[in-house]
């Protein structure tokens, strides 16, 4: 009996993924929804991309809606978010051409495949920085203040962020 449970056990665990992958599928006759445009209009853009399940994307919007340094640090930012199971249409604007794409492609393309995933971009839809993962608010606020003031262009981010005390 034990050596059933057991042969059968990855199979149910693969079974279980496969539906996993099903659900992203997009859905048959969705309706019109209406295009996402990603484009910045201030100097500096950050992009989140988060998933339905995941709680640090719930944590990190949070953060977002109380911490006000986090609010003040995100006020020359124009902020963007995008939700991996999605299929709503987007338009962006990355490494100078204009993409029009899904939400679910668009973060695919952008490499963006574990949340939440960071991506700071400029006006011309050049990446500056993109982190994979939840940061904390005093962490992120000194990364805001890295791409805002141009400090990517001087030093990398490691570097900045131990200068500053902000790691």
């Known amino acids: 009996m034990r050596r059933l449970i057991l042969l059968l056990l990855p199979l149910i665990l693969l079974v279980g993924c496969e539906s996993r992958k099903a659900e992203v599928k997009a859905p048959a006759g969705e309706e019109k929804v209406e295009k996402k445009v990603l484009i910045p209009k201030k100097d500096y853009a950050l992009l989140i991309v988060e998933s339905k399940s995941c709680i640090y994307c719930k944590q990190l919007d949070k953060d977002i809606k109380t911490e006000k340094s986090l609010q003040e640090a995100l006020k020359d930012i124009d902020l963007f978010r995008i939700l991996y199971e999605s299929y709503s249409p987007v338009e962006a604007n990355f490494?100078?051409?204009?993409?029009?794409?899904?939400?679910?492609?668009?973060?695919?393309?952008?490499?963006?495949?574990?949340?939440?995933?960071?991506?700071?971009?400029?006006?011309?839809?050049?990446?500056?920085?993109?982190?994979?993962?939840?940061?904390?608010?005093?962490?992120?606020?000194?990364?805001?203040?890295?791409?805002?003031?141009?400090?990517?262009?001087?030093?990398?981010?490691n570097t900045y962020v131990k200068r500053r005390n902000c790691a």
């Open 95 to 157: 490494g100078g051409k204009l993409i029009e794409t899904s939400e679910n492609e668009l973060a695919k393309m952008l490499n963006a495949l574990s949340f939440p995933n960071l991506i700071f971009y400029d006006k011309q839809g050049n990446i500056i920085l993109q982190i994979p993962g939840y940061v904390y608010p005093s962490q992120l606020v000194c990364i805001i203040d890295f791409v805002k003031t141009g400090a990517y262009k001087e030093e990398d981010i």
